[in-house]
């Protein structure tokens, strides 16, 4: 049993992009304050939001297996490259915090008006072209794996996969907890009002870091 637009290719890569970016402008992460918010653990809810976002997907893929819905390891794992993983993790995250943006959200808070998404995406493009143009120098640690071939977590501890997705809810869980109280010493979460910040607000005032400005007469 194939699930509706499987197999559509453009359509539904279309669709799904659609839906991502609504529910990334709902939760405010068209703004590069919530994503910078959470490494100041001001902000909490790219946690909570993407933990949950994660849970939901496992679930939903072990549940579709379980009901004959999609054969079993349908779903493409790749294998673990340690070396690249760290050092991309830490350039990205850089990358995070610098810009305030992350690939999907730059999209979205460009669609939203904000210029400062648009020069991060020029800047995905120029680090993208500058990887391609080194990768030859680099294959090496970039393809560096400690498996043969792609491990899922139940694989690699050798347990159901429902254990494993009960554990990561645990962890959501305490996450989200700990993360409120966290966000409440901080002064967190963000507002809406803080959320639209740097926004033209339609009558020719624009905030910038919580500052008022009047454009010149």
């Known amino acids: 049993m194939n699930l509706p637009m499987y197999d559509n290719g453009l359509l539904s890569g279309l669709l799904a992009g659609f839906l991502f970016g609504y529910v990334l402008e ?4 068209g703004s590069p304050r919530k994503l910078t918010g959470q490494f100041f653990l001001k902000d909490w809810s790219v946690f909570k939001i993407m933990f949950t976002a994660v849970i939901v997907a496992a679930f939903g893929l072990w549940l579709f297996e ?6 079993p390891h349908a779903a493409f794992v790749p294998t673990l490259l340690i070396y690249g993983t760290v050092l ?3 350039l990205i995250g850089l990358g995070f915090v610098l810009g305030g943006y992350c690939p999907g959200t730059s999209a979205v808070g460009f669609a939203s008006g904000r210029l400062d998404a648009f020069v991060f995406m020029l800047g995905m493009v120029a680090g993208s072209s500058l990887f391609a143009g080194v990768f030859d120098d680099i294959r090496g640690l970039a ?3 400690v498996e043969p071939r792609g491990l ?8 159901p996969a ?23 010493k901080f002064g967190g979460p963000y507002g809406v009002e803080e959320v639209l ?3 033209d607000t339609g009558g020719g005032t ?3 870091g919580g500052i008022r400005i009047q454009p010149a007469e």
């Open 66 to 71: 379980t009901l004959g819905w999609m054969r």
């Open 26 to 29: 709902g939760a405010g992460f």
């Open 162 to 184: 429902i254990l494993v997705i009960a554990g990561l809810a645990v962890i959501a869980f305490l996450g989200w907890k700990v993360g409120s109280m966290v966000e409440k």
């Open 88 to 90: 991309g993790g830490a």
């Open 152 to 159: 899922t977590l139940p694989q690699l501890f050798g347990v």
């Open 143 to 145: 393809l560096a794996a």
């Open 206 to 208: 624009r905030h910038a």
């Open 197 to 199: 910040d740097s926004v």
